[in-house]
């Protein structure tokens, strides 16, 4: 069974940076795609990006170009990196896997824009 876990979160000033982290238990972390996912308060889960084992990337429109997704297959870890960030991309950001038609997600890590 496939573990997640987000962490890098907090309160940042808008026009500031993150970087996110998921890092997986399970074995041949390699083969598989990774997704984030995201859901402001109120308001239902979003797709916002995703890497396939071959490090493909592709993002929702409404990130695009602020936001980078990566993969450290040593580290069995993706990353999401945010720049400039917008008081509109406060949320909770999960990473989610699927594995033999199963969909894994982790808890979450919060990510609050605000001055």
């Known amino acids: 069974q496939e573990q997640l876990v987000e962490s890098g979160g907090g309160l940042v000033q808008p026009g500031g940076s993150l970087r996110l982290s998921c890092a997986a238990s399970?074995?041949?972390?390699?083969?598989?795609?990774m997704d984030w996912y995201r859901q402001a308060p109120g308001k239902q889960r979003d797709w916002v990006a995703t890497i396939t084992s071959g490090r493909y990337a592709s993002y929702a429109d409404s990130v695009l170009g602020r936001f980078a997704i990566s993969r450290d297959n040593a580290r069995n870890t993706v990353y999401l990196e945010i720049y400039n960030l917008k008081p509109e991309d406060t949320a909770v950001y999960y990473c989610k896997t699927q594995r033999d038609g199963t969909d894994y997600w982790g808890k979450g890590t919060l990510v609050t824009v605000s001055s």
């Open positions: 399970g074995s041949n972390f390699n083969n598989y795609a």
